[in-house]
């Protein structure tokens, strides 16, 4: 194992994102270290042993990442900036007749020249180091043509992203692999066997490089940290059209895609139940099923708490095999048959959304999986918990009674006990409304209302998400992301 190493020298790195000019581009492509690394070849001379070098490197199989763990993924993080400039348009075509000093002549003039709005979007890494990771090291033979390769790269991407490379022989574990078995947390562009020629070839017919491919990372997840009852692959589908609804309506949403997941499953009793939550006779099943929480867009400064999606968890009780059956069975027949393949959900008077499976290159941050179920010591709530009972009425300490009743509900999935717990009717995640704002699920058999209520948990170690708790955690309520004090 060996990596390729950089660092920012000015502590920014600049780049635009592929699907929005206004927003950063992170991480970094491999494909554009590669392409640094290509002109580096050139600008020396173009030698054959570098040329062998990068045709070796082009043929190996995607690497993984080493990231600045203080440079969030999410591009409206405030560690990402957006510098705004208004540059001159190009130059004007003179008359190609007549010498008149007229309009035409001096708009040539700088003062006169229109100016565009252009933006220059960045992320700020610092000095930590950023890493590509290869599973096999260098023949002997290119290791040396790598290294003065590296030695030549001045900038990744943008004049603006100044840095200095280096092969490294000890690089550690990765923190985001290809084609990850947690699910893709983002798409990247990676070189190929026949980049170099490739890029000669571009470069010769005097075009823009063509597009790399383009595969899935995902973040690496370690087996032995404690998890809830749910996997940790999250099935994301985007809102694609249709009504535009807040996340306090949430139980509308989760029961009408739920609808479309019970007809999908119709015909086989192991997914109904599955997808139900319920036993043949009607009686709840005792055992972990099959939950759909919304995806909003919360946790920055501007965040609106609109619905941008949702998402499907399976019960981490199933086997893979039983988790690749239910999809393959049931996913294709919750889609309608419509290019690309859209999910219909009619809420009653909210009208009805249209749904398509995420597959974006660069999906927004709380449309990715890994947003979700990534490790932290630290959570706060999207959608308020709900607690299994009421307190009693004359409790001295209704707020410690609540306390209690979360932590007993991390006891029974397994989860350590927490630090602390803060309760609220409001989160801790911008953008989240408050907890009245959310409808109380539907009362008890009993005849008993419902507590629901925000909060912010810390545990005494990691968790991996995904986290869900409390009685409505199959439709949505008892949300909760890794959450830090900013």
Not at 137 to 163: N, Q, T, Y
Not at 263 to 292: E, I, T, Y
Request: charged residues 20%; positive net charge.
């Amino acid at each position: 194992m060996f990596a390729i190493a950089w660092q920012y020298l000015t502590g920014r790195a600049v780049a635009t994102s592929p699907s929005d000019r206004t927003a950063p581009e992170w991480p970094p492509h491999p494909d554009r270290v590669f392409m640094a690394l290509v002109a580096s070849w050139a600008d020396s001379g173009a030698p054959p042993a570098g040329r062998a070098a990068l045709e070796w490197l082009e043929a190996q199989t995607p690497p993984s990442l080493v990231l600045p763990q203080s440079v969030s993924l999410d591009v409206q993080d405030p560690t990402a900036s957006v510098i705004k400039v208004f540059v001159p348009v190009n130059d004007i075509e003179p008359p190609k007749r007549g010498r008149e000093y007229g309009d035409t002549y001096l708009g040539l003039l700088p003062s006169r020249r229109e100016k565009k709005e252009r933006h220059f979007p960045s992320v700020l890494p610092g000095e930590e180091v950023c890493m590509l990771v290869f599973r096999e090291p260098p023949p002997l033979e290119h290791r040396a043509a790598l290294a003065s390769l590296c030695s030549h790269v001045v900038r990744i991407g943008h004049s603006r992203s100044l840095v200095r490379v280096w092969l490294e022989d000890n690089p550690p574990d990765p923190l985001w692999i290809p084609n990850s078995p947690a699910g893709a947390d983002f798409h990247l562009r990676v070189p190929y066997k026949g980049r170099l020629a490739d890029l000669q070839d571009d470069f010769n017919m005097g075009v823009r490089p063509r597009a790399a491919r383009w595969i899935a990372y995902g973040s690496v997840q370690s087996p032995d940290l404690p998890r809830g009852e749910f996997d940790g692959r999250m099935f994301v589908f985007r809102r694609t059209g249709g009504a535009q609804s807040t996340i306090s309506r949430t139980l509308a949403w989760t029961d009408a895609l739920r609808g479309v997941f019970l007809k999908a499953a119709d015909g086989n009793r192991d997914w109904m139940q599955l997808v139900s939550g319920h036993s043949p006779d009607g009686g709840r099943l005792n055992a972990p099923h099959v939950a759909f929480v919304p995806l909003a867009n919360t946790g920055h400064s501007n965040a609106t708490g609109l619905l941008m999606g949702f998402g499907l968890l399976l019960p981490a009780t199933l086997s893979p095999d039983q988790q690749n059956a239910f999809l393959y069975d049931v996913l294709p027949r919750a889609f309608q048959d419509a290019d690309p393949p859209t999910i219909r959900l009619v809420a009653g008077a909210l009208g009805e959304m249209f749904l398509e499976r995420e597959s974006q290159p660069v999906p927004a941050f709380n449309l990715r999986s890994t947003t979700w179920t990534r490790q932290g010591p630290r959570w706060a709530t999207v959608t308020p918990i709900v607690l299994d009972r009421q307190p009693p009425r004359r409790h001295e300490d209704q707020d410690q009674w609540a306390m209690d009743q979360i932590a007993d509900a991390c006891r029974r999935q397994g989860l350590p006990e927490p630090l602390d717990i803060a309760v609220s009717g409001f989160s801790s995640v911008p953008g989240v409304p408050p907890a009245r704002a959310f409808p109380p699920l539907p009362r008890r058999s009993d005849g008993g209302r419902r507590w629901h209520l925000h909060a912010t948990i810390r545990f005494p170690r990691k968790i991996a998400g995904p986290l869900l708790l409390g009685a409505g955690r199959y439709r949505g309520y008892g949300l909760l992301r890794p959450w830090e004090v900013p």
